[in-house]
């Protein structure tokens, strides 16, 4: 079945540690999306990227990169400069330019200890 | 810059009613509006995705509208169920690139 893997479900960040979050999706969509969910919030963009070793910030980029070395692999950062890190993170991806239905992974909760 | 805003934020109703679940963006110039469930602790599923020149959509119980000149959506619900229980989301892609901006959710209980 074609989806998006997102990976660890959970996950635990001490105070000035970077940690990467893994997406891989198998659904040869071009473009794939970082969000980030706070409670009582809507979801906002972190990244995206619409093709290979390309991809720009969205709305709240400060304290995360990301890379997009193969079609399949987003991976997220959250480096040591992201001060408030503990949320829940999701993956999409689409078919890229032109529009379509979104993908989502199933998320990844980050909290900081 | 573009807002979604729904309304409203939480919705109790008893098994069986229809209910209509509301959409508002301030910026009428959209590529398409896509509504999504999320269960608890979940990702996002998407329901229905209606594109800027289409007015509806529907699947099974589920049917979305679109009036881009009053920046509105509804998701009408027929017939509710406990089983669709969940927050609604709704997103509006402002461009080609299809970025979403999504609305804060309305939360639905269905009561059996």
């Known amino acids: 079945d074609g989806g998006i893997t997102q990976s660890p479900k959970y996950l635990f960040r001490k105070e000035g540690q970077n940690v990467t979050l893994s997406c891989e999706q198998n659904?040869?969509?071009?473009?794939m999306y970082w969000y980030r969910q706070d409670p009582g919030q809507g979801l906002r963009l972190i990244y995206y990227?619409?093709?290979?070793?390309?991809?720009q910030k969205g709305d709240i980029a400060e304290g995360y990169s990301v890379s997009r070395e193969k079609k399949e692999s987003f991976p997220l950062t959250v480096t040591s400069a992201q001060k408030n890190p503990t949320a829940f993170y999701l993956c999409?991806?689409?078919?890229?330019?032109?529009?379509?239905?979104?993908?989502f992974g199933s998320g990844t909760r980050l909290t900081v200890v | 810059k573009q807002e979604v805003t729904q309304i409203p934020a939480a919705l109790s109703v008893p098994e069986g009613e229809n209910l209509v679940l509301n959409c508002s963006f301030t910026?009428?110039?959209?590529?398409?509006l896509q509504w999504f469930r999320q269960d608890p602790g979940k990702g996002l599923t998407s329901l229905l995705l209606i594109q800027s020149s289409q007015r509806e959509q529907t699947s099974g119980r589920l049917n979305a509208s679109l009036d881009k000149s009053s920046g509105r959506s509804t998701l009408y619900i027929a017939a509710s169920q406990p089983g669709d229980s969940a927050t609604y989301l709704c997103a509006v892609a402002g461009g080609a690139t299809n970025k979403l901006i999504f609305g804060t959710g309305t939360l639905l209980a269905v009561q059996p």
């Open positions: 910026d009428s110039a959209i590529y398409n």
């Open positions: 659904l040869n969509h071009d473009a």
């Open positions: 999409a991806s689409s078919i890229g330019a032109g529009g379509g239905f979104y993908t």
């Open positions: 990227s619409q093709i290979v070793n390309d991809f």
